[in-house]
Structures are given as structure tokens and as C-alpha cells.
């Protein structure tokens, strides 16, 4: 075997991981503007990509959010592993801790 062949043990495996967040926005207006404020930053932004930014967070406030996940920093120190793709959304939604919907310890069959 060459070092350009790889063994299926050797070959790379990927992983879906999903994670479900709820959170509750307390201060609208301070993460509007702190959203903004990392959209102005954004060193990685076009001009475009920016005004939709700014549109997006201005239509929609909980959309700021989406602006703070960082998929590399959750990543980016775990041995032995690397960002193949990543997505992610934020929305409103009902939440209600006490509805056996939201109980996070519960397995849901359909996804596997």
C-alpha cells in the first residue's frame, strides 16, 4: 500500500451532529445592536452580504442571534477533527418547559 492509499479504517468518516438551542432574547434593542455591531466588524462580509445582514437583523431581531454561532470556535480545538460544512438558522418559536415536546431527554426515532 502507498501513503496516497488509504485502508477504509484510514479513510475519513463524517459526523452530523445536531444541537437544538432555545433562548430567550431578554433585551431585543441590546442584541439588535450588539448584532449590528458584529455584522459592521465583519472583517469576512462584502458589501452585499453585509446590507443583507443589516436588513435581515433590522426585518427580524431574533435573527441577530444567528451573527454569535460560531461553528469553527465550537470545533476548532477538538483533536482530530476538522469543519467540513456547517449551517445553521435562528427563529422564533413557542416554548413551553413544560410541554413533553420540549423535553430535551426525549429520543426522537424519526431522525435516525
Not at 13 to 32: F, N, S, W
Not at 36 to 58: G, H, K, N, P, T
Not at 76 to 94: F, K, N, R
Amino acid at each position: 500500500m502507498t501513503s496516497t492509499e488509504t485502508t477504509e479504517q484510514d479513510a475519513p468518516r463524517y459526523v452530523r451532529l445536531k444541537i437544538e438551542l432555545i433562548a430567550e432574547i431578554t433585551d431585543e434593542g441590546a442584541l439588535k445592536a450588539a448584532a449590528l455591531q458584529q455584522v459592521a466588524e465583519d472583517e469576512y462580509l462584502d458589501d452585499e452580504e453585509r446590507a443583507q445582514s443589516v436588513e435581515a437583523i433590522e426585518v427580524d431581531p431574533s435573527g441577530s442571534l444567528a451573527h454569535f454561532i460560531d461553528p469553527v470556535a465550537l470545533l476548532g480545538d477538538v483533536p482530530g477533527i476538522e469543519l467540513a460544512s456547517a449551517t445553521w438558522e435562528s427563529a422564533q418559536t413557542e416554548f413551553d418547559p413544560e410541554s413533553e415536546e420540549w423535553d430535551e431527554y426525549t429520543v426522537d426515532d424519526s431522525a435516525q
